[in-house]
C-alpha cells in the first residue's frame, strides 16, 4: 500500500494526521504545499480531491482527509 498525505504548514489536523501515522508505524510520503509541493500539483493528482488538509492518498487515489487517516490505522 503506497499512503501519500498532502499537508500545508502549520496546520493542527496535518500535524494530528502524521502524528497518527508515526504512531502506528505506517509508512508515508508527506507533500507539504510551500514547501516543494503546490496546491497545483495537488489538483493534477487527482481533480476531485478536496483543498482542505490533510489529503491522504492510498495508490494514488484520493480517500479522505483526517477521519480516514484515523480509520486506516487504529
Do not use: S
Amino acid at each position: 500500500m503506497n499512503i501519500v498525505l498532502w499537508t500545508r504548514e502549520g496546520d493542527a489536523y496535518c500535524r494530528e494526521a502524521i502524528l497518527h501515522l508515526n504512531r502506528t508505524n505506517t509508512p508515508f510520503v508527506e507533500k507539504c504545499i510551500g514547501q516543494g509541493y503546490t496546491v497545483d500539483q495537488l489538483v493534477a493528482a487527482d481533480p476531485n480531491a478536496t483543498l482542505e488538509m490533510p489529503a491522504l492518498f492510498i495508490d494514488g487515489k484520493y480517500v479522505g482527509g483526517l477521519r480516514e487517516v484515523h480509520g486506516l490505522i487504529r
